[in-house]
């Protein structure tokens, strides 16, 4: 889950996995059912990215389309599809995002969608296969250690038409209600998570419910006026504390938010309560988890915030547009050296964002400044955006593409230029011909080190 925890502690020991007194009586005789669950390996689910691969092999999870439970959990670092993006790997309970967005009806084509605590990425990838096509995708992560994992991961799902962002929630109230949805999967005590995590079980206390409750209010209270009226807000945990779940939905109610219900099948073992839905690992394949949905009533649009376009195109940015697939429907921003495409309708709102928060990426990085030109960033060659036909293909095997993964330079005869590698017929990234070697232009920071 993307839950944000607070700084590990010191404990060495590990606690013993007990449930909170509060869950005892939530549940009743239920109780040593959901203890017993706990003390079982956890379930192994993945969630398969539709643009880039047919789900395969593995039992559906009920409420995810894409998503898969595996019967053992395989050794992913080792596949080159988890690289490329393929599939993201998580908690299936996570996934009844899916159900949620279901629950909105159909979103506008040009929705604005800010996912507000983004990391590590399920929910912003999840998010990236469920929009519409036209839709901008904001991701957002103010935890510095976090934001490397956001970044990655978004980049090899390959959606185009994303912008991460690293803000804290109020630095966003200068553009006004902006937001058609918005995803708050808050920072929380993570009871859910005492099967999984044994930090979780060592941290947890009240003092650190409470404090996660204050933060959590803190953060919808921003969210709610970053909202447009008529637009929904997703909320979510990874906890089974009502301060944290069902109370801060009941403050967004009294706020003036409508209640929405998210549809469940009494098969899958998903429990309604006042104010959402609840998972608990003995009635669900997957971990400890609240959602709820709500909607912001229709009212007056207020001011927003200023949209005007950054800097022009740089000189020889023409070069960079010839490798995209829709070269006239893309604007190129420069934003740290970096070259970013991002569809032309949404290129006065990035640049907004840039002006306004603290922006990693104003859209999908496109190419590196180098010398006097440009070279293909690693996240175009993972991205829908790339004309694969603009670069000569190296399409390799498994074995091949795994030593790839790992950094090496690949023997040759006469190389030069720039090839994009391919395995599975999908984007990987990029090697620079060397004579009797193509060079490796795999970041280091994304490199194998298991043999």
């Known amino acids: 889950m993307a839950a944000r925890r607070p700084v590990k502690s010191k404990a060495s020991r590990q606690a013993p996995l ?10 009743g005789a239920e109780a040593a059912d959901l203890l017993h669950a706990l003390h079982q390996p956890p379930p192994v689910s993945i969630r398969w990215n539709p643009a880039k691969h047919k789900a395969a092999d593995g039992e559906q999870v009920p409420w995810c389309d894409q998503g898969r439970y595996l019967p053992e959990r395989p050794v992913f670092t080792l596949d080159p599809l988890l690289h490329s993006g393929a599939y993201y790997v998580q908690e299936a309970a996570s ?3 899916e159900q949620a967005l279901e629950a909105c009806g159909p979103l506008p084509s040009d929705a604005v969608v800010l ?4 990391a590590p990425g399920g929910k912003s990838t999840h ?24 970044t990655e991961n978004l980049w090899k799902w390959g959606r185009h038409d994303c912008v991460v962002t690293a803000a804290d929630p109020q630095d966003f109230l200068p553009l006004g ?26 941290q947890w206390g009240p003092n650190l419910v409470r404090t996660c409750a204050e933060r959590q209010s803190a953060i919808l209270g921003h969210a709610w006026n970053l909202l447009k ?11 089974w504390e009502p301060a944290e779940n069902e109370d801060q939905v009941e403050g967004l109610v009294r706020n003036g938010a409508e209640l929405l219900q998210i549809p469940v099948q009494g ?5 309604q309560s006042a104010a959402g839905i609840r998972c608990y690992p003995h009635r669900v394949r997957g971990e400890g988890f609240f959602m709820a949905l709500v909607r912001k009533p229709m009212e007056a649009m207020g001011p927003g ?3 005007t376009l950054g800097r022009p195109m740089p000189a020889g940015a023409d070069s960079v547009r010839q490798w995209l697939r829709d070269r006239e429907g893309s604007v190129l921003l420069e934003h740290r050296s970096v070259l970013h495409a991002i569809s032309r309708p949404w290129a006065p709102l990035a640049a907004a964002l840039a002006g306004t928060v603290q922006v990693l990426a104003p859209g999908i990085p496109a190419a590196l400044h180098k010398g006097d030109g440009w070279q293909p960033h690693p996240a175009l060659a993972l991205n829908a955006v790339l004309d694969h036909g603009a670069f000569p293909a190296m399409d390799l095997g498994r074995e091949q593409a795994l030593r790839y993964l790992r950094g090496e330079a690949m023997p040759a005869t006469g190389a030069s230029g720039t090839a994009l590698v391919r395995c599975n017929g999908l984007g990987l990234g990029w090697a620079n011909g060397a004579g009797n070697r193509w060079n490796n232009l795999w970041p280091a920071e994304w490199r194998i080190r298991m043999r």
């Open 18 to 27: 007990e449930l909170p007194p509060h869950v005892a009586g939530l549940l």
């Open 127 to 150: 998010l990236a296969a469920l929009l519409p096509r036209q839709a901008l995708l904001i991701s957002n992560e103010v935890v510095r250690a976090r934001q490397a994992p956001l």
């Open 229 to 239: 009226p008529g637009g929904y807000l997703v909320y979510s945990t990874c906890t």
């Open 267 to 271: 098969q899958w073992g998903v429990v």
């Open 115 to 118: 996912d507000l605590c983004a």
């Open 95 to 97: 996934m009844l995002l």
């Open 305 to 307: 915030g200023t949209t």
């Open 177 to 202: 209600p902006f937001c058609d949805l918005l995803v708050v999967d808050a920072p929380c005590s993570g009871e859910g998570m005492f099967r999984k995590d044994p930090h979780a079980r060592n």
